[in-house]
């Protein structure tokens, strides 16, 4: 949906009969799910005589953090293991003037492990992919995380947002090639890129129906 409309909010209310129509029209063959959530936002104003103060108001809010908000998504959805997992993990430490010292610590966003496997989740905001994709920098440090990790078997994932009814599905992966060559060191280090819908995951968090997800679902959905 690509409008603009200079209408006041007096003249919808005076013509909202018409205005209706048009909406519902426009909801008739209209399946982008974004685009239908605002057209029923703008219905329900009209229809039930919602309005910006009162009892019926409504609510719109924003957010220019919009990659905090979706860490928590993923990592509510996911069910983040991360406090059960990083003790496991090795830290950078300093070594100067015969002293070791820390300073930083590696923060992956999520972690999940069963038994002996662990997956290692970073929460992307980047969309659309693969027009938006994350630097160098965010894969190496991917990199860097599967292998100060003791676990026996290490899947990597970037998880991006997109658009679609379809919950969650893989669209392939970042390693390192020479050429179109793919290095044989990176090959079992891959990282996949997860899409997971943004409208429906919100929905199964607010409805609880996400605590069924299994972990396990993620070495299915990889494209070998």
């Not at 860490?71 to 430490?93: G, M, R």
């Not at 003037?97 to 989740?121: G, V």
Request: contains cysteine; hydrophobic residues 35%; aromatic residues 16%.
């Amino acid at each position: 949906m690509n409008c603009e409309s200079r209408l006041s909010i007096d003249e919808l209310i005076k013509n909202k009969i018409r205005y209706c129509n048009r909406i519902k029209n426009e909801l008739s063959h209209t399946y982008n799910s974004e685009d239908i959530f605002i057209l029923n936002l703008i219905l329900d104003y009209l229809e039930l005589n919602y309005s910006y103060s009162g009892k019926n108001e409504i609510k719109l809010f924003g957010t220019t953090s919009f990659h905090v908000i979706w860490e928590f998504i993923c990592s509510t959805f996911f069910k983040n293991e991360y406090s059960q997992v990083i003790d496991n993990f090795a830290h950078p430490k300093w070594y100067i003037e015969n002293t070791y010292f820390e300073k930083n610590k590696f923060i992956p966003d999520i972690l999940l492990h069963s038994n002996e496997n662990l997956f290692i989740l970073d929460a992307k905001y980047y969309y659309p992919i693969p027009d938006k994709v994350c630097g160098a920098s965010d894969i190496a440090k991917q990199f860097i995380y599967a292998q100060v990790s003791p676990y026996k078997k290490i899947m990597n994932f970037f998880i991006f947002p997109f658009d679609d009814d379809k919950l969650i599905e893989c669209s392939g992966y970042v390693s390192v090639f020479k050429d179109k060559n793919e290095l044989p060191h990176f090959q079992a280090q891959r990282i996949h890129t997860i899409k997971l819908s943004l409208f429906p995951v919100i929905e199964k968090i607010i409805n609880k129906e996400h605590e069924s997800w299994d972990k396990n679902n993620l070495s299915q959905l990889v494209v070998q």
